[in-house]
T-cell receptor
Framework: KAGVTQTPRYLIKTRGQQVTLSCSPISGHRSVSWYQQTPGQGLQFLFEYFSETQRNKGNFPGRFSGRQFSNSRSEMNVSTLELGDSALYLC?????????????FGPGTRLTVL | AQRVTQPEKLLSVFKGAPVELKCNYSYSGSPELFWYVQYSRQRLQLLLRHISRESIKGFTADLNKGETSFHLKKPFAQEEDSAMYYCALIGSSNTGKLIFGQGTTLQVKP
């Protein structure tokens, strides 16, 4: 079974721009969660999608948004980029997002904001 | 507030020595606790979860609700155990929202 894939793997943007990151979950998985990883704040939950609906949201500004498609693929968008948005963005997929479901992480997208 | 605390940023031990990675949590309820590991240049992956009560790669973790702790232990460290370890919790039964600690780098010296 193919693992979770994320595209692109690396991205360089400038302040004020917007960016879209993509996540393809493991086949059959319907829950996708997004996390931001930075040296200072560690791993922080952004949001979770299940069956095309946002089920949970972390404490991030409205500039961070996401969506999930009918094939469970998910995208997250960050508008009006700030220097502090530079981070590794990870997505994780699981069957339906229950606590008993193992979450499988992708390799991440490294976003650098200049 | 839901919080996971890993007090040590770095834990350095010699091969064959016992290892204990500390994790304390704050949650008003019954959370599910996990340990995730990230080896160099690899993805974050689940190591073990408290509900399974299993030993993975020689590691065990016991949930102590009285002390709100979920420390990870291994009696004899191996060099291949060197990695970043994250303690995490899920507070609700119908969610994939993981709350992570800051992580502890385990360095096992030969």
């Amino acid at each position: 079974k193919a693992g979770v894939t994320q595209t692109p793997r690396y991205l360089i943007k400038t302040r004020g721009q917007q960016v879209t990151l993509s996540c393809s979950p493991i086949s059959g998985h319907r829950s996708v969660s997004w996390y931001q990883q930075t040296p200072g704040q560690g791993l922080q939950f952004l949001f979770e999608y299940f069956s095309e609906t946002q089920r949970n949201k972390g404490n991030f500004p409205g500039r961070f948004s996401g969506r999930q498609f009918s094939n469970s693929r998910s995208e997250m968008n960050v508008s009006t980029l700030e220097l502090g948005d530079s981070a590794l963005y990870l997505c994780a997929s699981s069957l339906v997002g229950r606590t008993t479901d193992t979450q499988y992480f992708g390799p991440g997208t490294r976003l650098t904001v200049l | 507030a839901q919080r996971v605390t890993q007090p040590e940023k770095l834990l350095s031990v010699f091969k064959g020595a016992p290892v204990e990675l500390k994790c304390n949590y704050s949650y008003s309820g019954s959370p599910e606790l996990f340990w995730y590991v990230q080896y160099s240049r690899q993805r974050l992956q689940l190591l073990l979860r408290h509900i399974s009560r299993e030993s993975i790669k020689g590691f065990t973790a016991d949930l102590n609700k009285g002390e709100t702790s979920f420390h990870l232990k291994k009696p004899f460290a191996q060099e291949e155990d060197s990695a970043m370890y994250y303690c995490a919790l899920i507070g609700s039964s119908n969610t994939g929202k993981l709350i992570f600690g800051q992580g502890t780098t385990l360095q096992v010296k030969p």
